[in-house]
């Protein structure tokens, strides 16, 4: 009659593993499918800091080359960069040196946002880069 019992009792001990082992199988798909999205939103996280630093450094070469539409906002079309909406706005102020001879100061914002995706769905992402050039 004893030995019944200690089968019994090792079925149990073997369900109770099983379950254990399952759910923390669960738990390491949930862990790696995190970090695979995690790595994911960096690496578009990073194309959208250098489409925004695209649109900057076009600002500057408009702003630089006297091009009049300075303190205008743009939407530049960066073709490696088709999927960021890339807003640049600038900003001049004219100063005057000692010498008397009159410079430009320009603060280029260069925002890029995800096309399609609105703010608080997965794979948004915005970054700014703000440059500050002068023709002096």
Same mark, same amino acid.
């Given at each position: 009659?004893?030995?019944?019992?200690?089968?019994?009792?090792?079925?149990?001990?073997?369900?109770?593993?099983?379950?254990?082992?399952?759910?923390?199988?669960?738990?390491? #798909?949930?862990?790696?499918?995190?970090?695979?999205?995690?790595?994911?939103?960096?690496?578009? /996280?990073?194309?959208?800091?250098?489409?925004?630093?695209? /649109?900057?450094?076009?600002?500057?070469?408009?702003?630089?080359?006297?091009?009049?539409? $300075?303190?205008?906002?743009?939407? #530049?079309?960066?073709?490696?960069?088709?999927?960021?909406?890339?807003? #640049?706005? $600038?900003?001049?102020?004219?100063?005057?040196?000692?010498?008397?001879?009159?410079?430009?100061?320009?603060?280029?914002?260069?925002?890029?946002?995800?096309?399609? #995706?609105?703010?608080?769905?997965?794979?948004?992402?915005?970054?700014?880069?703000?440059?500050?050039?002068?023709?002096?």
């Amino acid at each position: 009659m004893s030995g019944r019992k200690q089968r019994g009792f090792s079925i149990i001990t073997a369900i109770f593993i099983l379950v254990v082992l399952a759910a923390l199988g669960g738990f390491m #798909v949930t862990i790696s499918g995190s970090q695979h999205m995690t790595a994911a939103s960096a690496a578009l /996280g990073a194309r959208a800091y250098y489409a925004a630093r695209s /649109g900057a450094e076009w600002g500057a070469g408009q702003a630089l080359a006297a091009v009049p539409s $300075c303190a205008a906002t743009t939407t #530049v079309a960066l073709p490696d960069y088709a999927e960021f909406t890339v807003v #640049v706005t $600038c900003a001049a102020t004219v100063h005057t040196e000692i010498t008397g001879s009159p410079y430009s100061v320009y603060q280029l914002t260069s925002t890029a946002t995800s096309n399609g #995706v609105a703010l608080g769905q997965h794979g948004y992402v915005a970054r700014r880069v703000v440059l500050v050039v002068t023709n002096a």
